[in-house]
């Protein structure tokens, strides 16, 4: 282990478990805002715990989300990336969206620099200044039959 990572304990104040008597160990991530060090988190619980509840249900709500994102991400991306490049290739005279959007993902990406900008708010930056027109299905006019 790094000397720029540190192990954090918490004591869970509803049901005090410790290592000796837990029925979970739940470890989190994250890093001090005070000195920028990464840390893991130790808690210990009961399976009885209200707090232990709370965590597994936010857990799994999370998790969900994640896949509806993911899922999201990966049928607008080629759609929105598709607009993109048409309203490119027409050689427009505004390319006020593109700078836009440039700008958008430049600022998205120095807002942290220590991680990549996730495919997904790709995807929003991209499908908010390239939406996909109202009255067209996911296929727009622009596509040639493929047969
Ligand atoms: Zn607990």
Request: aromatic fraction near 6%; charge should be negative; proline fraction near 8%.
């Amino acid at each position: 282990m790094s000397d720029d990572y540190d192990r954090r304990e918490e004591i869970c104040p509803d049901c005090q478990a410790s290592e000796g008597d837990r029925d979970a160990r739940i470890m989190t991530a994250g890093q001090d805002p005070a000195t920028g060090r990464m840390f893991t988190s130790v808690t210990y619980h009961h399976d009885t715990c209200p707090a232990y509840t709370v965590d597994q249900i936010l857990s799994e709500d999370s998790a969900r989300r994640s896949k509806e994102r993911t899922a999201w991400m990966k049928e607008e991306f080629p759609l929105v990336r598709k607009r993109m490049e048409a309203a490119a290739s027409e050689g427009r005279a505004d390319a006020a969206p593109f700078i836009d959007a440039l700008l958008e993902l430049v600022a998205a990406q120095g807002e942290d620099l220590g991680r990549f900008v996730p495919p997904e708010r790709w995807t929003e930056i991209l499908t908010k200044h390239f939406p996909a027109p109202e009255d067209l299905g996911p296929v727009g006019p622009e596509e040639e039959p493929t047969t």
